[in-house]
């Protein structure tokens, strides 16, 4: 006689016999002894869970030929049991939907279903792993499972119910086997290996019932594995035939991380891997032996919960003292998101032994937090750290008090540092402040007084240049004429708190420039990270020769005026001071020039969003992309004037009227 595997021979053959599944079995049964036998049942578990054994149960409960009827407890011993068994009846047939996914092999089934058992009460059709049919293939069957043949039963398996179509689920009834329980388990097998003679300690069954998985058939072939074994087998013999690590090797490793030893850790990794253990193994026995880990931690009394020996899960619960549940969490992070590059490098063991290193306390503990904080580049980073260092407080000046600073908690301790480290800065004129708020009114700006407060700058570090965030900030600016006008026309003065404080070479220029005033809070915010307000100020000739030249500091005019009920700067107050300035030519309009020009701004923008919409399109037609439009604004005659001289010809319009036709006809040409 040939050899019969474990699985096979001890394969439950009644409802009584029937591993794990006691309420399955229960109904089933008392169904059978009813005669209420549904046309389909769907039998939906994990693999090696008895589906397919139950269907064959079922099939020989409906044709048993010793009793007159379907019954629960087939003999086994009729010509029918005897050829269901060796799966040779002609009224039982079994299909794999794996292979015969099609619409035409269903429909040839459902043909065959027509006819009458040919020896049989019933013909059944078991079609395992249903949920590999087609869509059509599916459709092609329900009209068959809602109204089936006479003496007709479709019994359909499936490890994914998911995938079945509901209308086919509906049509069905349900049973979902669950995996089978380790005490059941390791009691079934340790009655095979009783019968079989197989010499096994018993922490090698429950070793091999808890690596199982609640699999009974993967759990009988490692049985018959390990019967091979020469002497008594042991749990090291079910670790080494499983090319798992071994738990001992495993414990060893925790240790050496909870110990924080990295030459320890190393010399276990080299050891394993010139045993021949796989890195992407070793790297999922890590990760499982974490999951038991934090288990230990957090639920010592639960070892039924886990694979592993008594005597290693007791060492393991003591060695989950020296972890707290974070470290414990940060570790199975660090390893999932190291098993990509584990999988899918010509290195392996390399970053098998850097991916053990990241596992130890101070490397854990050194790696930045995950609090979703929102990444920013190179530039930003460096800028606003170089802010963190220029803190300044910024406080309405009490009438009541002296001018001595009110105590208050640092924010940090950088900013206790540059507080004590300040230096006064040049005084400067009181500039006119135009917020986006003031709205022009007879042809003038209206300003409001703001409360003055102490500003307390300190000197710029070297490390970092002023001129740096300034040229952020431009870069940041969506449109490109307005770009353009800042980096000719304009200077960073200060910031104070949350108000950015900008200059206009010119009163015109900074109407101009009010029409995209959101736009430059954006681009200040984008690089200060933090809602911020600019203030438009015009520059004069008094202001960058104050600037330019230091004097000593007036009682009156140190404490530049500034918003307090504007919120602070989300990391921290920052005031900087320009190191160098600019004369800018003085140009005045009148209000019709201001309002003129205003315009023909907010057309031009409007125009430029046009152009580069329509240049885009043209780009995407062509399979290209749009790099940049702005070396065609700024060349030609447009690139060789400044928006002073188009604002100031040097006739006026009573004089010479044609001169300024030509200029209203060159309107669509001023990039701003």
């Known amino acids: 006689m040939s050899y019969e595997p474990l699985h096979q021979k001890y394969r439950p053959q009644t409802f009584a016999q029937l591993v794990g599944q006691e309420a399955i079995s229960t109904t089933l049964s008392n169904a059978l002894r009813a005669n209420r036998i549904a046309p389909a049942y769907l039998f939906a578990g994990p693999r090696g869970t008895g589906k397919t054994s139950s269907a064959r149960i079922l099939a020989k409960s409906l044709n048993c030929l010793s009793s007159n009827g379907p019954t629960d407890t087939p003999c086994g ?79 359909l398996a499936t490890t994914d119910p998911q995938r079945v179509l509901p209308t086919i689920i509906s049509r069905c009834q349900r049973f979902d086997f669950r995996r089978i329980p380790l005490a059941a388990m ?173 596992l130890l306390p101070s490397a854990l503990t050194q790696q930045p937090d995950f609090s979703g904080r929102p990444r920013t580049d190179r530039n930003s980073k460096q800028v606003s750290q170089a802010a963190n260092k220029t803190i300044t407080s910024s406080q309405p000046e ?94 960073l003065l200060a910031i104070e708190g949350s108000t950015i404080k900008v200059s206009i070479s010119s009163k015109p220029l900074l109407e101009m420039v009010k029409r995209f005033l959101p736009s430059v809070e954006s681009a200040f915010s984008t690089v200060l990270q933090g809602p911020v307000t600019v203030k438009l100020v015009v520059a004069s000739d008094q202001q960058s020769q104050v600037a330019a030249v230091p004097q000593p500091p007036s009682p009156t005019n140190t404490r530049p005026t500034t918003e307090t009920n504007q919120p602070a700067v989300s990391r921290s107050l920052r005031v900087l001071q320009d190191k160098s300035t600019r004369k800018t030519p003085d140009a005045a309009n009148t209000t019709v020039a201001i309002t003129k020009e205003s315009a023909r701004m907010q057309a031009r923008s409007q125009e430029e969003k046009a152009v580069t919409s329509a240049a885009e399109s043209l780009a995407a037609s062509f399979g290209g992309e749009l790099i940049s439009l702005s070396s065609e604004y700024r060349s030609g005659k447009i690139g060789n004037q400044t928006p002073v001289e188009r604002t100031h010809p040097k006739a006026t319009d009573q004089q010479q009227p044609d001169r300024v036709a030509e200029e209203d006809d060159e309107e669509d040409e001023i990039p701003f």
């Open 77 to 155: 011993e009729c010509q029918m049991c005897h050829t269901i068994t060796k799966g040779t009846s002609l009224d039982v047939i079994e299909i794999d939907a794996a292979s015969n996914t099609g619409v035409d092999n269903i429909r040839e089934l459902i043909e065959k279903a027509q006819f009458a058992p040919v020896r049989g009460r019933y013909k059944v059709y078991i079609i395992d792993e249903i949920h590999m049919l087609s869509t059509s293939a599916f459709n092609a069957m329900l009209k068959t499972l809602e109204e089936p043949p006479e003496r007709v039963v479709f019994v």
């Open 186 to 358: 390791v009691k079934h097998l340790r009655h095979i290996a009783e019968q079989e003679n197989i010499a096994i300690t018993d922490e090698a069954i429950t070793l091999a019932a808890q690596i199982s998985q609640g699999g009974l058939r993967d759990a009988e072939s490692l049985l018959d594995q390990l019967s091979l074994q020469p002497g008594e087998v042991r749990p090291e013999h079910v670790w080494d035939l499983v090319g798992s690590v071994p738990e001992r090797d495993l414990l060893a490793l925790i240790s050496a991380i909870a110990s924080d030893d990295n030459l320890s850790l190393l010399a276990q990794c080299r050891s394993l891997v010139e045993r021949g253990k796989e890195p992407a193994i070793f790297l999922q026995n890590i990760a499982s032996f974490y999951r038991d880990l934090l288990i230990a931690k957090t639920a010592p009394q639960r070892s039924d919960l886990v694979a592993m020996t008594p005597p290693t899960w007791e060492a393991l619960c003591k060695l989950a003292d020296k972890f707290s549940p974070s470290i414990i969490l940060a570790g199975q992070k660090h390893l999932k998101d190291s098993e990509y590059q584990i999988k899918h490098t010509t290195q392996p063991s390399l970053w098998l032994e850097v991916t053990l290193l990241g």
């Open 398 to 491: 009490k009438t009541d008090r002296s001018e001595s600073p009110v105590e208050k908690p640092p924010q940090s301790a950088i900013a206790s540092a540059a507080m004590k480290n300040k230096s006064p800065a040049a005084p400067t004129a009181n500039p006119v402040v135009v917020s986006r708020d003031a709205h022009p009114v007879g042809g003038r700006s209206r300003t409001r007084e703001e409360p003055r407060a102490k500003v307390e700058p300190v000197e710029m570090p070297e490390s970092i240049e002023y001129e740096q965030i300034w040229q952020q900030a431009i870069k940041a600016i969506e449109f490109n004429t307005t770009r353009a006008l800042l980096s000719e026309h304009g200077r």
